[in-house]
Each structure stands twice: as structure tokens, then as C-alpha cells.
């Protein structure tokens, strides 16, 4: 099973990479830290109150920079709706995760976490840029690794990725360049 996931998770980073090589968006990669405060960013004292993590009782224990598309789907009524995330998450400049549709997050390590009942905070500019949101994070049972023990998932930051404007013909799918830091926190 081990080798399994290893294989799919590599056939992701080489689908990730080649949209992220195709936006051109990996070559101002801030660097990230894993397993510590984060060093890009906005510090979460500072962030909109339903957002925050509880630092008396959670610690960040890694913080990427995703690099991605938002994908959205033209709906019969001509709208755009949201389908997923596609995004490869970078420390120092390498890949070192993916997030997906679900959403989730999976580590090259074999740790896997998915999110879920997010808040939202709306960006400093909402017009350009898609919600800052927290997560509760479900990780999967007996791994280790960066995602092993995630509580919450915060995207910070963002850059990009809103709903595209005006009406559209089904079908038709869009995919729009964003950016996010996102930072993983576990029980202290």
C-alpha cells in the first residue's frame, strides 16, 4: 500500500509541477519554514478573530507556500461555480506537498490530512483576491509525518484565484492562478 500512495503521490507532483511550470507562477517562491513559526506571512494574533488558532493550546508545526489554480465550472445557468483546488505546496522553494479537491493536503512524507468546516475572513482585497479561511484538520490514523497530527489548517494571504466576472456558456472550465500560505497547527 506504502509504495501505492508514493507512486500516486508522485505522478501528482509531476501533474502539479507542469501547471505550475505552465502559470509560471513557482519562480517568486517566498521560503517557508516547517516545524516552527512561520517566517512569511501574517502572524495569527494579527489575523480576524474566527480565523485564529488558540496558541496556549496548538503550535504551527510546518507553513508552505501553495502555488495553484483555482478551478471553476460554468454551471447550466451560466455562472461559474467552484470544483477544486490544485496546487502544489513549496518549502524553500521545493515541493514538498500537494492540495486537492476535498480539500486535502498530502506531504511527499506519506502524511495525509483533509479539511473541513472552514471560516472564512475576506482578504485585505476581496475583489482580487479569494477568502482567507481556518479548517479543522482530520489527519489520517496511525501516520507520521508533517500531517500526522494536524488539528487546523489556516490559508493566509492569498493572492488570486477569485470567480471569474460575467456570465459563461456550459461547458466551460477556468482555472485561475492563485497563491496562499498555508500553515498546519497541532495539539501542544
Known amino acids: 500500500m506504502k509504495r501505492r500512495l508514493v507512486a500516486s503521490l508522485a505522478a501528482i507532483v ?8 505552465a ?13 516552527g513559526a512561520p517566517d ?3 502572524a495569527n ?7 485564529q488558532v488558540d496558541e496556549t493550546q496548538n503550535k504551527v508545526v510546518a507553513s508552505f507556500v501553495g502555488i495553484g489554480k483555482q478551478v471553476y465550472d460554468c ?7 467552484f470544483r477544486e483546488p490544485v496546487a502544489g505546496l513549496l518549502s524553500r522553494g521545493v515541493q514538498a506537498a500537494i492540495h486537492g479537491k476535498g480539500p486535502f493536503w498530502a506531504s511527499l512524507d506519506g502524511s495525509h490530512v483533509d479539511g473541513s468546516g472552514a471560516i472564512p475572513a475576506p482578504s485585505p482585497d476581496p475583489t482580487k483576491n479569494i ?3 481556518k479548517l ?7 501516520t507520521t509525518g508533517v500531517f500526522s497530527n494536524v488539528a487546523f489548517i489556516q490559508r493566509l494571504d492569498t493572492r488570486g484565484g477569485v470567480t471569474p466576472a460575467g ?4 461547458p466551460k472550465t477556468v482555472a485561475v492562478d492563485y497563491t496562499a500560505n498555508y500553515v498546519f497547527w497541532a495539539r501542544k
Open 14 to 21: 509531476a501533474a502539479t509541477a507542469t501547471i505550475l511550470t
Open 23 to 35: 502559470s509560471g507562477a513557482a519562480a517568486a517562491t517566498p521560503d517557508v519554514t516547517t516545524a
Open 40 to 42: 512569511v506571512g501574517t
Open 45 to 51: 494574533a494579527k489575523l480576524p478573530a474566527a480565523i
Open 75 to 81: 454551471n447550466s445557468g451560466g455562472t461559474f461555480t
Open 131 to 133: 477568502p482567507w479561511l
Open 136 to 142: 479543522t484538520g482530520t489527519s489520517t490514523p496511525n
Open 167 to 170: 456570465p459563461c456558456t456550459a
